[in-house]
């Protein structure tokens, strides 16, 4: 079965500083999508990035960007530049390719500190 | 473009009442639908999914149903609520194909007494 690791259960950082949260997965496929989703203290869950397994290139959606280690398994998120409106649990998750069901770590609650 | 709606936000139901919770998805066709529950402090839990009308998989069994009457509307219910029902949860939709990545409503929180 797959499972999705967040080692760091909480982080915290001064404003402007640049910050990587940890996501480590099991599984046996080979296609699969990995995600990471924002959970400001609203609680709407929002995705941050999104990568293909089959890309060997990392995704980068402006201060967000991922180091994507397929055989490592390793799918981290890096902030740069944080705000404080960076400041929320940060989920990684899972995809197997062509399945409905998303598998999620159990969160990286970040502070942002002004 | 398109959007995602839930309500009610807040909710406070007494043990033994029953519960329905909609969710509508507005700017697509033929989404795939989500149900998710999430505790205090903790990830989420998929309850039910749907990827047409009429067609609902569960996930976890409980006290709770889901159903699909529209292509763009989906809907969670109870008959009768229990303690262990409290929690956030969240609806969600994705364009068909699979695996772009969902967008989530707003969430309701559901508090039973």
């Known amino acids: 079965a797959q499972t999705v690791t967040q080692s760091q259960p909480e982080m915290s950082v001064q404003e402007a500083e640049t910050v990587t949260l940890s996501c480590t997965y099991d599984?046996?496929?080979?296609?699969?999508?990995l995600f990471w989703y924002k959970q400001p203290p609203s609680r709407q869950m929002i995705l941050v990035i999104r990568?293909?397994?089959?890309k060997q290139q990392n995704a980068t959606e402006n201060r967000f960007s991922v180091n994507f280690q397929k055989a490592a398994k390793s799918f981290s998120l890096k902030i740069s530049d944080s705000q404080l409106g960076d400041t929320a649990m940060y989920f990684c998750a899972f995809l197997m390719d062509s399945n409905y069901q998303l598998i999620w770590g159990a969160g990286t609650k970040l502070i942002i500190k002004p | 473009s398109q959007t995602i709606h839930q309500w009610p936000a807040t909710l406070v139901q007494p043990v033994g009442s029953p519960l329905s919770l909609e969710c509508t998805v507005e700017g697509t066709s033929n989404p795939n639908l989500y149900w998710y529950r999430q505790a205090a402090g903790r990830g989420l839990q998929l309850l039910f999914y749907s990827v047409g009308i009429g067609q609902i998989s569960s996930e976890v069994p409980q006290n709770l149903s889901a159903s699909r009457p529209q292509d763009r509307q989906f809907i969670l219910s109870s008959k009768k609520l229990l303690l262990s029902d409290s929690g956030f949860y969240l609806c969600?939709?994705?364009?068909?194909?699979?695996?772009?990545?969902?967008?989530f409503g707003s969430g309701t929180r559901l508090t039973v007494v």
């Open positions: 599984t046996s496929e080979n296609n699969y999508y």
């Open positions: 990568q293909e397994a089959y």
């Open positions: 969600a939709w994705e364009p068909g194909p699979l695996n772009y990545g969902y967008t």
